[in-house]
């Protein structure tokens, strides 16, 4: 069955950097669009980022533009975010999923989703 394990997470300080990765099992990696998804406490599950199959575009939520960088690598069968300038409403879960649909900020299009990394940024 289909595997995505996000890693990565844990606990730093405001303006700090952190490198979630996600790792798939099972599926043919290069046929599926991958996005970022993250879920503050009390709050819903909002997009982050998305990137096409091979890369070759990619999306942000306003919120992480010219913070966070979202990357992969196909031959890994693995997505990266890259969080940069860490800020304390970035903390939430952070969760990989896996979409036949590029660039889409929904989601409702994505099939597969991985258990979550905890991200704290403190202040």
């Known amino acids: 069955q289909v595997q995505l394990v996000e890693s990565g997470g844990g606990l730093v300080q405001a303006g700090g950097s952190l490198r979630l990765s996600c790792a798939a099992s099972?599926?043919?990696?290069?046929?599926?669009?991958m996005g970022w998804f993250r879920q503050a406490p009390g709050k819903e599950r909002e997009f982050v980022a998305a990137i096409s199959r091979y890369g070759g575009n990619t999306h942000y939520a306003d919120s992480v533009k010219g913070r966070f960088t979202i990357s992969r690598i196909n031959a890994k069968n693995t997505v990266y975010l890259q969080m940069n300038s860490l800020k304390p409403e970035d903390t939430a879960v952070y969760y990989c999923?896996?979409?036949?649909?590029?660039?889409?900020?929904?989601?409702?299009?994505?099939?597969?989703w991985g258990q979550g990394t905890q991200v704290t940024v403190s202040s």
């Open positions: 099972q599926l043919t990696f290069s046929g599926y669009a």
């Open positions: 999923a896996a979409s036949t649909t590029d660039g889409s900020r929904y989601e409702g299009v994505y099939f597969y």
